[in-house]
């Protein structure tokens, strides 16, 4: 049993369990965060999404990166799978496809903690209602 | 542990608790299950969202989609579609009344964009039946910077300066209160919590305990602290069971981690608090009655001084506050008096939480700060008068507080202008009028309310307060004179200047407020023995206009009492005798043909 007998007792306790709701408190405001959007379609998932998912999930914090990881529908680059959109703070979408956890790793070592682009963008060929 | 990638928060409120949101919660983790997504996806219980008008709501994170008026049979495709597939679901999302359009995050709904929440901030947003979450909000920080860097006249003189006053409806500034009972000498003193909320239609409280129990555990707490009290008491009414639930489980939790009990954080403060059950007399809400049914006396109210402060729970002195109020307190104590002196208006600080109802398209939980006007509560959150009517009157404050009309729509909500346009702050129930509402049906209705619930221990009250509603009862029945218009308006002065507590101090107010505001209205019931919008049915006709009349059937069909008669395709015929008013005919008629008058 969690006995809070100081201050600093709580405080820790409110730190350690901090984590369990950042999911929620991100949620409010995914436009000032780096949103990741793994394609989980019937094709991405049987070409390891929900691994690269995953890895995105546990890698992020472990490297001190503070990002919404959600999943989306198939975004038609079947042919790619798995397929990641990208949206750094205050830019345009990017895909990318054929990601592994080695391409994932090399996404977050780059375009996420530097904006540096990398190999694989899936070039946008169509156009969204607004 | 579970290392959850998306998080599902059901409403657990009572309102969308009674719309089987149990079983929508339910029905999410068994398809989860099936799915073999019980690590990843996590099902919360939550407090209230407030938008209770579309209940059951489901909100997804971090995606934060906010999905309305959900079933039990959703859960399935919430599951397979959003949740698998990653796309939201478009039937559930909230239709923009305005645009047409859909919207997918509540921020964006103009429900939430005015409101600021302070009282409401783990609303919807935690599990209430779990501490841990609470913590990770910071709940008990305050506490614990209380009781290691404050000294009790600190923490009185920040919430001085803060500017909170009391939420339960009088708006006695409660840095004060906590002055005078931490002055008043005594070696056992009590932290009072008074969740007897009794206005109808009101339910802020309630939703604060229900979604966000700790905030007031922790408050009573650092009240403790200030005044010198060891104890605390919760008068909660016991038609609040899901309230109490979620309040025992809270208390439950914070003694095993040690946040209530002896010696709390090491510093030597004990504090305990326990609960109290009262009836569900509106008398109650008044702190001496409180006080006095909690000693299981009747509950009825004592002259005042000596105050709950000098002479309060068995005769010891005592701190009462509202549950909104403490909700105020942690928050004020983490982000300082500046920041919540810095919302509001110039005598009141902070926001206010206001249980929305009546004719309005968003009947549901609202925070707004101090200071907004009436007509962007009404019409931007509120989202305007149910089926396009006309607004006609809001009546704030419950059976205390009086109507107000159009013209007082640009009033800014704070204790002083409400009481100035002659309604009162009362304690957050907003009920809202069309066309369609008699007005004298309406004070009678708040009369009749206040009849019912008065203590009878003084004359005004107990005497008073009956006449003044069969005078309103014989104009509803088109037997009033003008002259019964002054005797009401004298009555309703008399009550109010010598009854002995403010429930007959104030139960006039919704009579008097609508004598000033619609006295053509009271003019046209007793000289012209016609109710202007058709309500009072001893002075209204139902009849068919055979020139609309079409002879469908359909009322003839639809009427409970037979009392309509015509051959098909020929104008129909309502038999003023049988007729019992009900208004069915009118609800059916397609064409406009039965006319009210």
Redesign the interface.
């Known amino acids: 049993m969690t006995k809070v007998k100081t201050l600093d007792d709580l405080i820790r306790l409110r730190d350690e369990l901090r984590t369990k709701l950042e999911l929620r408190e991100k949620g409010e405001h995914p436009e000032q965060l780096i949103q990741v959007k793994v394609a989980m379609a019937t094709c991405g998932i049987a070409s390891g999404a929900k691994e690269v998912m995953d890895y995105f999930i546990d890698e992020l914090p472990k490297r001190n990166i503070a990002a919404v990881v959600t999943q989306t529908g198939c975004m038609g680059y079947c042919y790619a799978e798995p397929t990641i959109e990208v949206t750094l703070p205050g830019k345009e979408p990017v895909v990318f496809g054929y990601v592994n956890k080695e391409k994932a790793d090399e996404i977050i070592e780059k375009y996420l903690k530097a904006g540096e682009l990398v190999d694989g963008i899936i070039p946008q060929t169509f156009k969204k209602p607004n | 542990m579970a290392?959850?990638?998306?998080?599902v928060?059901v409403c657990g409120g009572t309102g969308c608790k009674t719309s089987e949101s149990d079983m929508i919660a339910h029905n999410l983790r068994s398809a989860l299950a099936q799915h073999g997504l019980s690590d990843e996806v996590q099902v919360v219980m939550s407090g209230c969202f407030g938008f209770c008008e579309k209940g059951p709501i489901v909100k997804v994170?971090?995606?934060?989609i906010f999905y309305v008026s959900v079933k039990p049979a959703d859960a399935t495709t919430i599951v397979e579609e959003h949740?698998?597939?990653?796309?939201p679901v478009q039937h559930l999302l909230y239709n923009d009344p305005v645009t047409g359009e859909k919207i997918t995050e509540s921020?964006k709904m103009d429900f939430y964009q005015q409101q600021y929440r302070i009282a409401l901030r783990n609303c919807g947003?935690?599990d209430p039946e779990n501490i841990?979450?609470a913590?990770?909000?910071?709940a008990?920080?305050a506490l614990?910077?209380v009781?290691?860097q404050m000294t009790p006249q600190e923490v009185i003189d920040i919430i001085k300066r803060s500017g909170l006053r009391g939420r339960g409806g009088a708006g006695f500034p409660t840095g004060l209160k906590w002055e005078i009972a931490s002055k008043v000498p005594g070696d056992e003193k009590y932290v009072v919590c008074n969740a007897d909320e009794g206005d109808p239609g009101a339910f802020m409280d309630r939703s604060i305990l229900e979604g966000d129990p700790h905030s007031v555990l922790e408050a009573m707490a650092i009240c403790g602290y200030c005044i010198g009290a060891s104890q605390g008491l919760i008068y909660i009414r016991a038609e609040y069971p899901l309230a109490i639930e979620r309040l025992k489980i809270a208390i439950k939790q914070a003694r095993?981690?040690?946040?209530l009990g002896n010696n709390i954080?090491?510093t030597g403060f004990n504090f305990d608090i326990s609960l109290c059950y009262g009836a569900g007399a509106f008398v109650c809400g008044e702190e001496t009655a409180l006080i006095h049914s909690m000693e299981g006396h009747r509950g009825e109210p004592t002259f005042k001084p000596p105050f709950p402060a000098e002479k309060g729970y068995k005769g010891k002195p005592t701190n009462v506050n509202n549950v909104e109020t403490f909700a105020n307190v942690p928050a004020i104590i983490l982000n300082g008096a500046e920041w919540f002196a810095s919302i509001g208006t110039e005598k009141s600080k902070g926001t206010k939480v206001f249980a929305l109802a009546g004719k309005i398209n968003n009947v549901g939980l609202i925070e707004v700060p101090m200071g907004t006007k009436l007509r962007t509560v009404i019409n931007d959150i509120g989202g305007g008068i149910k089926n396009n009517k006309k607004f006609k009157a809001v009546q704030i404050g419950g059976p205390s507080g009086g109507f107000l009309t159009e013209k007082h729509l640009d009033t800014p909500i704070d204790y002083d202008s409400l009481t100035e346009a002659g309604s009162m702050m009362g304690s957050g129930g907003m009920i809202v009028m069309d066309e369609s509402d008699c007005m004298v049906a309406m004070a009678k209705f708040y009369l009749d309310f206040t009849v019912e619930e008065s203590c009878g221990k003084c004359a005004p009250c107990r005497i008073g307060n009956k006449r003044l509603d069969e005078i309103l009862a014989k104009i509803t029945e088109g037997k009033g004179t003008e002259e019964d218009l002054a005797l009401l308006r004298n009555l309703g002065q008399v009550i109010k200047d010598t009854s002995l507590c403010m429930l007959g101090g104030s139960s006039p107010n919704p009579v008097l407020s609508t004598l000033e505001h619609f006295y053509d209205e009271y003019l046209a019931h007793v000289r012209d023995h016609r109710c202007p919008a058709g309500q009072c049915k001893a002075l209204v006709h139902y009849y068919i206009d055979p020139e609309q009349c079409v002879g469908c059937t359909a009322c003839a069909r639809a009427c409970p009492v037979n009392a309509i008669a015509g051959e098909r395709k020929k104008p129909h015929v309502i038999d003023q005798l049988i007729c019992i008013k009900c208004g069915t005919c009118v609800e059916k008629c397609k064409f406009n043909a039965v006319l009210v008058q």
């Open positions: 290392n959850y990638k998306m998080h928060l994170l971090p995606d934060n949740i698998i597939k990653g796309r921020r947003f935690i841990d979450e913590i990770a909000r910071d008990y920080q614990g910077k009781l290691t095993e981690y040690g946040l954080m090491g």
